[in-house]
Nanobody, 113 residues
Framework: VQLVESGGGLVQTGGSLRLSCEASGTTRIFNAVGWYRQAPGKQRELVAVHGGGSTNYADSVKGRFTISGDPTKNTMYLQMNSLKPEDTAVYYC?????????WGQGTQVAVSS
């Protein structure tokens, strides 16, 4: 299994970005997928997760971020709107399958004030 993120970059406060995560390999084993982020000097935190028929978001991104997916492309997305400087972090996609959590390499998002 391999996860590859793309779509990060530098954006001004209030702007938008869409991150993509393309999966390859035995993706049918996934029972949960999501996005995490890690800011400098901080622990990695959950941003959004979809699994078991439900989707959950961190309180800090509710109403601004949306997770979605295109099974035909084995691709997951994170639409980020109304970005704030505190959203600056490396964003990682992740997938859980057969008790193993897989990670992408991360993509940098920087929001300027």
């Amino acid at each position: 299994v391999q996860l590859v993120e793309s779509g990060g970059g530098l954006v001004q406060t209030g702007g938008s970005l869409r991150l993509s995560c393309e999966a390859s390999g035995t993706t049918r084993i996934f029972n949960a997928v999501g996005w995490y982020r890690q800011a400098p000097g901080k622990q990695r935190e959950l941003v959004a997760v979809h699994g078991g028929g439900s989707t959950n978001y961190a309180d800090s991104v509710k109403g601004r971020f949306t997770i979605s997916g295109d099974p035909t492309k084995n691709t997951m997305y994170l639409q980020m709107n109304s970005l704030k400087p505190e959203d600056t972090a490396v964003y990682y996609c992740s997938a859980l399958g057969l008790g193993v959590q897989y990670w992408g390499q991360g993509t940098q998002v920087a929001v300027s004030s």
